[in-house]
């Protein structure tokens, strides 16, 4: 307890303090009141989570002692400060140093590496700000308005540098082994950039996939020509050379795409479900404003009915009633009637989640998904690298499937019927 007391009194005499008034009016005010309480509460908390890590390790190994008696793990003072830049700001810290006297061991801290200068969610943060059109050039002040005056390691040429490292590991990636890879749903659609140095927006063709145990996953990334079906092809064949042999059990998607022709030629065993989300929007979009309200929740009726004979019921009372007066707005949905309620052939648990492409819509939608499309992107090299970068970050956060142990039943082929298992009957 005295050695702890001790300890601290050591790391209060060697901690640097802020300049005092450093948010009053008179000595030049650089952060707001507010900002300096989020400040100094995320460095306190960050400087004690590190101390206690510190005193955990120490505690462990006090027992062990050399041929006199010294210990072998002991505290030796403070390494020079080091400043981190976080979502809360740059925060400086004071890292203990420890002598660990033991032949092949050291210290390491969990919570701040020893190369470390940023905090990850800074890495996902430099992808987003370019997709958003902010130039490489303009990087610099966008972030200093985010994080402060003089935040070190994300400058426009840190940014060079990593789009370079994530260009390198996108190639890495798209060669990686699928063979021991089964994939029971996939997501699949279309993202649109404005690249200043191409005439054309490119079209980077993303899917996203569900594995065995109900873990998402980004399953492959194309700079495709449009949303085609050749491009589609493409990226499927080069998934299946790589060792991905049996496609999913069902595929999740808008019907513009020419995925649907290329899943049948590469993978003609999968089934398909149109995205209801999409399916609303097209349909709504041939509607007048004032009916569009009603409209869509008729259409919700639909794809949340509890079974496929109540939905069908209800997408037959929604022809009727507007089938004459928005021919336009019916035929929409009429036309792909027989992919609009796979999802009932499936979980009913997992119904959310295969009925729409929210997965990567909401991957994308800090990026103006689609219609509100992102402007400013340098080249298709540094865009593809940019969303693969963005995807990867976003993957750590997908939730799994509900009723993951389900999915085992779907891959063996188990019957669902409206959501539930279907049990055989013995011969």
């Known amino acids: 307890m005295k050695q702890e007391q001790c300890t601290q009194t050591d790391h209060n005499r060697q901690m640097p303090s802020r ?94 590496p020893k190369y470390l200068r940023r905090s990850p969610s800074m890495d996902a943060l430099l992808p987003v700000l370019y997709l958003k059109g ?43 082994d699928l063979s021991q890879k089964q994939y029971v749903y996939f997501w699949v659609d279309g993202i649109y950039f404005n690249v200043r140095l191409d005439d054309d927006r490119p079209c980077m063709l993303v899917i996203m996939g569900a594995l065995e145990d109900g873990t998402k996953e980004l399953v492959g990334i194309l700079d495709g020509e449009r949303e085609s079906t050749l491009s589609w092809k493409e990226l499927l064949l080069d998934l299946k050379a790589r060792g991905l042999r049996i496609g999913p059990k069902l595929a999740t998607g808008d019907g513009a795409l020419g995925f649907w022709a290329a899943l049948e030629e590469v993978y003609g065993a999968t089934r398909h479900q149109r995205c209801w989300v999409h399916k609303t929007a097209n349909v709504l979009d041939k509607m007048p404003k004032s009916v569009q309200p009603h409209a869509k929740r008729k259409l919700q009726e639909i794809y949340l009915a509890e079974t496929k004979e109540q939905a069908v019921k209800a997408f037959e009372k929604f ?29 009913q648990e997992h119904w959310q989640h295969v009925r729409s492409t929210n997965p990567i819509e909401s991957t994308f939608a800090t990026v103006r998904h689609r219609s509100r499309q992102t402007k400013g992107c340098g080249s298709r090299g540094s865009t593809l690298s940019m969303v693969y970068k963005l995807c990867r970050e976003a993957e750590k956060k997908w939730k799994k499937l509900n009723a993951a142990p389900k999915v085992a039943l779907v891959l063996k082929d188990v019957k669902f019927e409206n959501g539930v298992e279907q049990v055989a009957q013995a011969a």
Not at 57 to 74: A, C, F, K, P, S
Not at 91 to 102: A, F, G, N, Y
Not at 323 to 346: E, R
């Open 19 to 112: 300049p005092a008034g450093c948010c009053e009016e008179s000595s030049g005010p650089t952060r707001s009141m507010l900002d300096e309480y989020v400040y100094q509460g995320a460095r306190k908390m960050l400087q004690q989570a590190i101390e206690e890590e510190v005193h955990r390790y120490i505690t462990m190994h006090e027992h062990l002692r050399d041929t006199v008696g010294h210990r072998l793990v002991v505290r030796n003072g403070f390494q020079p400060p080091r400043k981190i830049v976080t979502g809360a700001g740059q925060l400086e810290i004071m890292r203990p140093r420890v002598d660990d006297r033991r032949d092949g061991h050291r210290f390491s801290s969990a919570i701040l």
């Open 134 to 176: 902010i130039s490489s050039g303009d990087m610099t002040e966008a972030l200093e308005a985010i994080l402060g005056p003089g935040a070190p390691g994300l400058s426009s040429t840190t940014l060079v540098g990593l789009k370079e490292i994530w260009q390198k590991e996108y190639q890495e990636w798209t060669h990686r």
């Open 319 to 347: 022809r009727e009633l507007y089938g004459d007066k928005y021919p336009k707005a019916v035929q929409c949905l009429v036309k792909d009637k027989a992919v609009l309620f796979t999802f009932y052939d499936f979980p």
